[in-house]
């Protein structure tokens, strides 16, 4: 889905992807098997950079998402913040998809694939676990990867910020309930901390530092302004890359000691990201947003990961 979009949007703008962003997805892949090389020969390393966290939350990671959307957001003007009125269809389309289809999809997908189809092939004390981990997983969306996918997909900027914000301050308030509900459990523990932790991280110190840029760089003039963002563009896939390096050189031990488990749980969720994705983008297209629009909703529909 996110390739279609960014190719729609390249033809609708006029911008095409320079070589190495139409290769993401090999480099992509390099960098995944590169995380989980380092991870096992230097493991003393990377473990001591897993150790780096307040509240859960891992500061080097936290560091490169910073650059990964620090150039978006440095072309948000909150001057024009109104504007999002006029895509409230848009943000609709978002939490419809985020908090009823999202969570509940994946519900029955967890219950389908891995207590029914796949449950002879998984270890039946972990099985629970597995499911309370996938609806777990769609009821925390992703809020800092949707920056770079809609970067790269021609996104409204703004609508974007907005929509990630809304949702993320959603999260706070419905998260507790909404996973208690499906997991049938009259209350469940909330990591408050590393929520609050991951809010302020990831939106509000990212906002605060690009606001800052943006004015310095506009007092210079324009066009100092979009030669500093020519510069800086590259910088969003050069720490989404070094992300992904980090974190599958923390998690590398575990994915191979468990490949069949890994791939047993990957097919509930590429299915729910194919199909929330999917229906974000038609439903925008159905209620007359336009694909600037419709796709960074998709791709929001469509996260799980940060």
């Not at 889905?1 to 911008?15: H, K, L, Y």
């Not at 939490?95 to 029955?108: E, H, I, Q, R």
Request: charged share 10%; proline share 6%; hydrophobic share 60%.
């Amino acid at each position: 889905m996110g390739a279609q979009c960014e190719a729609t949007a390249n033809r609708a703008v006029g911008a095409p992807m320079s070589i190495f962003e139409r290769f993401l997805s090999v480099w992509v892949f390099l960098c995944i098997v590169a995380g989980i090389a380092l991870g096992q020969l230097l493991p003393g390393l990377f473990q001591s950079i897993g150790r780096m966290e307040v509240a859960k939350v891992n500061l080097p990671v936290g560091f490169l998402i910073w650059v990964m959307i620090i150039p978006m957001l440095v072309k948000v003007d909150f001057a024009a913040l109104h504007q999002v009125r006029q895509h409230i269809r848009g943000i609709g389309v978002t939490l419809f998809v985020n908090w009823l289809v999202k969570p509940f999809s994946m519900a029955f997908l967890g219950w389908l694939f891995i207590r029914q189809l796949f449950a002879p092939m998984l270890p039946p004390d972990q099985i629970d676990s597995y499911i309370a981990g996938l609806i777990l997983l769609a009821a925390a969306p992703c809020t800092a990867m949707v920056f770079v996918w809609s970067r790269l997909t021609g996104g409204d900027p703004l609508f974007t910020l907005s929509q990630v914000a809304l949702n993320d301050s959603i999260m706070v308030i419905a998260f507790a309930p909404l996973v208690a509900f499906l997991l049938g459990l009259s209350s469940i523990t909330v990591p408050w901390d590393t929520l609050l932790t991951s809010v302020v991280l990831y939106i509000v110190i990212p906002v605060i530092l690009a606001q800052l840029l943006r004015k310095s760089l506009l007092a210079k003039g324009e066009a100092a302004f979009e030669a500093t963002m020519a510069r800086i563009g590259p910088w969003s896939i050069a720490a989404l890359l070094a992300t992904l390096v980090l974190l599958f050189a923390f998690q590398g031990e575990a994915i191979l000691q468990q490949p069949l488990v890994i791939a047993l749980l990957a097919v509930p969720i590429l299915i729910q990201v194919f199909f929330n994705s999917a229906l974000a983008y038609w439903l925008n297209r159905a209620v007359g947003e336009k694909h600037n629009i419709a796709c960074p909703s998709a791709l929001i529909g469509a996260s799980n990961f940060f």
